[in-house]
């Protein structure tokens, strides 16, 4: 049974920082795509970054140099840095796979997604 568990979000001032992580069971994440989505009340749901199967990683224009993805492949957890956090930055995080090696910020192809972790910036 695949699932994708999201932890660290909470409640913090601009400028501040907080680190997602992104638990994976049932399977490794090794070798896949793994990104990580937002969602902002009334809006769609937007890619924030990924990491590839060669350990390449890609940001969308907002959160460039503010955001860093890594892996633990030997934890099989997923995670996300935020420093220098914004109020824009409010939304509910979370984390997907694609059982490709290959990645692309389109929501609409990865396979597998967690419930979620909030961030909220004041």
């Known amino acids: 049974h695949v699932q994708l568990v999201e932890s660290g979000g909470g409640s913090v001032q601009a400028g501040g920082s907080l680190r997602l992580s992104c638990a994976a069971s049932?399977?490794?994440?090794?070798?896949?795509?793994v990104g990580w989505f937002r969602q902002a009340p009334g809006l769609e749901r937007e890619g924030v970054g990924y990491t590839d199967s060669i350990g390449t990683t890609n940001y969308a224009d907002s959160v460039t140099g503010r955001f860093t993805i890594s892996r633990d492949n030997a934890k099989n957890t997923l995670y996300l840095q935020m420093d220098n956090l914004n109020p824009e930055d409010t939304a509910m995080y979370y984390c997907?796979?694609?059982?490709?090696?290959?990645?692309?910020?389109?929501?609409?192809?990865?396979?597998?997604w967690g419930q979620g972790t909030q961030v909220t910036v004041s």
């Open positions: 997907a796979v694609r059982m490709y090696p290959s990645c692309t910020f389109s929501r609409w192809v990865y396979d597998y």
């Open positions: 049932g399977y490794t994440i090794t070798r896949r795509c």
